[in-house]
Structure formats: C-alpha cells, structure tokens
C-alpha cells in the first residue's frame, strides 16, 4: 500500500517490526503510531477511505470500526474483507487494493454505516 504514496494521502496507524523500515523507504507516508479510544476514532473522522492491505489477517475489527465511522473499506478478495465489506456498499473488494481504493472513493460515507445499524453495531464504535 505505501508504494501508493504519491497516488494517495496514506496514513498508517500503528507500530511494527518494520516500522523504521517503511519510515526510511516512505517518507511521503503519515506514521501516526498505535493509537486507540477516541484519538483513533478521530483519526477514522479526518480520512476518507480505510485500506485494509492484509491478505492473512482473518478478521481485522479494524474494518468494522472504520465502517462504524462512515469509512469505506478497500480490501483483497480474501478471508476477512469477504466475511465483512459488503462489496459496493460498505466498501471495495479485489485482488487489486488499487482498484478497491479508487472505487471506494465513489461510496456515500452517510450509507456506509446502514447496514451496520440494521445489525446495531454503529453503537458499539
């Protein structure tokens, strides 16, 4: 995803083994560190799309609270992004990040959270 970085605004939320690494390779990305509660849920409020470039994490309820905050989620077509974004609505999903990004750009953010709300877990973000 951060090859990305002269396509998109990427900001990356988190810490990890290859931080240092990406800092020095990425320099156009934002590295915010971990973060959690409120300041995380702010950050969901000040983006436009959540990438979720994981093609082994199985369930990333990190997709689920971006939705909750009216982001749509681009993912691989994989287990994870399939059990979750429902494709065109809540987000994008292809075996090319790239595409799902640029379409998830097309996506009403107010709908995003919808089906959500018909499952109530807009209250739980």
Avoid: W
């Avoid at 750009?105 to 995003?112: E, F, S, T, V, Y």
């Amino acid at each position: 995803m951060c090859a990305y970085e002269n396509e998109f605004n990427i900001s990356i939320v988190d810490d990890g083994p290859h931080l240092e690494t990406l800092k020095r390779k990425y320099k156009e990305v934002h590295y915010l560190g971990y973060k959690f509660g409120k300041e995380l849920a702010d950050i969901y409020t000040e983006h436009d799309i959540f990438a979720f470039p994981s093609r082994t994490n199985t369930f990333g309820i990190v997709m689920i609270e971006a939705m909750c905050n009216g982001l749509p989620v681009a993912g691989y077509h994989v287990t994870g992004p399939i059990d979750v974004i429902e494709h065109g609505v809540t987000g994008y999903i292809n075996d090319d990040l790239h595409y799902a990004i640029v379409n998830c750009k097309q996506l009403d953010h107010q709908n995003i959270k919808k089906p959500l709300e018909k499952m109530e877990l807009g209250k739980l973000f």
